[in-house]
């Protein structure tokens, strides 16, 4: 069965600090890969995919994701967070070719200080 | 603008009784799914109609059921309702059922039971 694992539940950053949230799937077929971000008081908005192709996928706000098929790992990056990115970050994965059907982890809560 | 509205956006009701909870979409999208997203923990697929084709998940306790009278609404029937059913609800549409089509969300409904 499809598994996905958010190691880390609760980051705290200060303003320009970089950010690596890890994601790691559990599938034996080809996947595809979200990243879903939730703002407070808000809906899941899709914040970039990875269907195929080049393995380094850029999403909108400055948000990066690299996949490496070799470690199961889909990992979100950016560079510099502000303040407006504290919300809560899902990964998510569903078979390519198949049903629509999402496989998400339970999430990171990231806080950004000013 | 066009977007997926869940109503309503807090929900209580009692130890068996019937609630329902509703979700609208102006995107004229043909899937639309219900996912169960209980405190700190992954939002769990529940079941998903492709137009009216109803498609329930394996693990889906008997008690949910859904309904869906037309492209724009669904809903969500829980038919006696038990202190493990208080969750958030997210409902969600996708153009068609091909895995590398984004889902858009509703802003949720939480559901109480006292």
């Known amino acids: 069965a499809q598994s996905v694992s958010q190691h880390n539940h609760h980051v705290i950053l200060s303003e320009a600090a970089s950010l690596e949230l890890g994601c790691n799937y559990s599938?034996?077929?080809?996947?595809?890969l979200f990243w879903y971000v939730q703002y407070p008081g808000q809906h899941l908005q899709l914040l970039l995919k990875y269907f195929s192709g080049d393995p380094l996928v850029k999403g909108i706000k400055g948000f990066e994701a690299e996949f490496i098929k070799s470690k199961f790992s889909f990992n979100l990056r950016k560079p510099s967070v502000q303040w407006s990115d504290t919300a809560e970050y899902f990964c998510a994965v569903n078979a390519a070719g198949g049903y629509n059907k999402l496989i998400f982890g339970a999430g990171t809560r990231l806080a950004v200080h000013p | 603008d066009a977007m997926v509205i869940q109503n309503p956006r807090y929900q209580v009701t009692q130890f068996g009784k019937p609630v329902t909870l509703s979700c609208s979409q102006t995107l004229n999208h043909n899937v639309m799914y219900w996912y169960q997203q209980k405190s700190s923990q992954a939002p769990k697929l529940l079941f998903h109609y492709y137009d009216k084709d109803f498609n329930n998940e394996a693990d889906t306790p008997d008690n949910f059921q859904s309904r869906r009278p037309n492209t724009s609404f669904c809903f969500l029937d829980i038919r006696s309702p038990g202190l493990g059913d208080a969750a958030m609800y997210l409902c969600?549409?996708?153009?068609?059922?091909?895995?590398?089509?984004?889902?858009?969300f509703g802003d949720g409904t939480r559901l109480s039971i006292l």
């Open positions: 969600a549409t996708s153009s068609d059922s091909y895995s590398n089509q984004p889902q858009h």
């Open positions: 599938y034996g077929g080809t996947v595809n």
